[in-house]
């Protein structure tokens, strides 16, 4: 490329457009996130996360019929594989969940005989496999966290329910285990988000699901990302109370740092799936009577709006839910990443089945025409 033809850079790839999808959308006059022509929101209040993932998947909801086969097919896969179990206890408890469970997906896609097959039967027996595991990893990391062994799935519970059975040997409240499923499903999708679009960058190279998925979950880890759920979590901590807020969020603006929780690439009138996560963080509080939590909430809240008109994302409210809910912080990016999963495979078999190598251009900076030495 010579210096006089000056192309357009499209730094952080900000406005372009990259591909067409049919798994969701955001509606820009309602401000309201489609999955398959469902509003995600409602979805979250009737459906369960094994609902979502058929519906991504699939197309369309499942029939009971459908639903009973799936869930069966889930529910055969729950037993935390032994080469993942094995490997785990050999980690140090202290490792970043986020590491051990991009590990743990790379071990099921080096143990699975199929691993090579791209055929769309084959991705979605491998995505069964994904989505069964990954609670049952995420909930043995959980445990080794605290030097306890891993409890196994029980096969009459869904994904929600039995998470917490394998995390706590206990299921909280209805409304609680519903609070959890909502921010699964309100996670489960989000477009060409980060992590998404590393599932499609990889998938475009002909690579197999579990490269795509490992992928995607390095990409999920970073705090403009998945990671800000953990993030927000520690920030509140640092909040003692609602009236310090205003000067934390003032000194780490001046600090030129960024409020964890806050800002959308996408959106600018405010996340259109914090309204539902908030509902469910009340109900988390009512049930843990933890109002002090939700006072500081709020006051952050409001004090990055009084300073700099930011509006909360996703992550602001289930950080608090989460850690409400009785889970260490840093497997909330890992929460995040077993509801994702359903998004990622959903976009992995579209980029499939038109597939086109994504490889973009950059305009060189470098040295031209140095003598070697
Ligand atoms: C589920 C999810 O993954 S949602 C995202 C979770 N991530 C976070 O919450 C991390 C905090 N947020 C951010 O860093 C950003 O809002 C992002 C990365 C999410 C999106 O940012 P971008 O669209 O790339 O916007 P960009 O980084 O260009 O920011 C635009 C301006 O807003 C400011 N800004 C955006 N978000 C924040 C924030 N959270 N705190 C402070 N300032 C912010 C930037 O500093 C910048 O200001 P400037 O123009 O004065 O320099
Ligand atoms: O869409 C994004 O850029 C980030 C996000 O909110 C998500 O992935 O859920």
Request: glycine residues 6%; aromatic residues 8%.
């Amino acid at each position: 490329m010579t210096s006089e033809q000056s192309p357009t850079v499209h730094k952080g790839l900000v406005g372009v457009y990259a591909d067409t999808t049919a798994v969701s959308t955001i509606d820009e006059p309602t401000n309201t996130l489609i999955y398959r022509g469902y509003p995600a929101a409602q979805l979250a209040e009737r459906y369960s996360i094994e609902h979502i993932a058929y519906l991504l998947w699939y197309g369309d909801l499942p029939t009971a019929a459908e639903f009973d086969a799936f869930t069966s097919r889930i529910r055969a896969a729950y037993r935390l594989d032994p080469a993942v179990a094995d490997w785990l206890a050999t980690t140090r408890p202290d490792t970043h969940p986020m590491d051990l469970l991009r590990t743990a997906v790379s071990i099921l896609g080096a143990t699975d005989s199929s691993t090579p097959q791209l055929d769309r039967d084959t991705t979605l027996a491998q995505a069964t496999r994904l989505l069964a595991q990954m609670p049952a990893v995420v909930a043995a990391i959980q445990r080794h966290r605290h030097a306890q062994p891993p409890i196994p799935a029980d096969p009459g519970l869904g994904i929600a329910e039995n998470f917490f059975h394998m995390c706590f040997d206990d299921i909280p409240s209805e409304p609680m285990v519903r609070a959890f499923e909502t921010s699964l499903i309100l996670y489960a999708e989000h477009g060409f988000n980060a992590s998404t679009f590393t599932a499609r960058v990889v998938t475009s190279t002909l690579a197999d699901l579990y490269s795509a998925i490992t992928a995607a979950i390095g990409a999920l880890k970073g705090p403009l990302h998945g990671g800000a759920n953990e993030a927000v979590m520690y920030m509140l901590q640092q909040i003692d109370s609602p009236e310090a807020a205003a000067d934390w969020v003032r000194r780490a603006l001046e600090r030129k740092e960024r409020i964890m929780g806050f800002g959308h690439r996408v959106y600018k009138h405010g996340d259109s799936r914090v309204p539902a996560m908030e509902k469910a963080l009340k109900t988390v509080v009512a049930e843990r009577g933890a109002t002090d939590l939700l006072a500081r909430y709020h006051a952050v809240q409001d004090a990055v709006y009084q300073a700099k008109q930011l509006l909360p994302n996703l992550d602001f409210p289930a950080g608090p839910a989460y850690y409400l809910m009785g889970f260490d912080i840093p497997i909330f990016t890992p929460i995040f990443a077993m509801a994702r999963v359903t998004g990622w495979v959903a976009h992995v078999l579209e980029q499939r089945a038109d597939n086109a190598l994504i490889r973009p251009l950059a305009v060189y900076t470098g040295p031209t025409s140095r003598p070697l030495p």
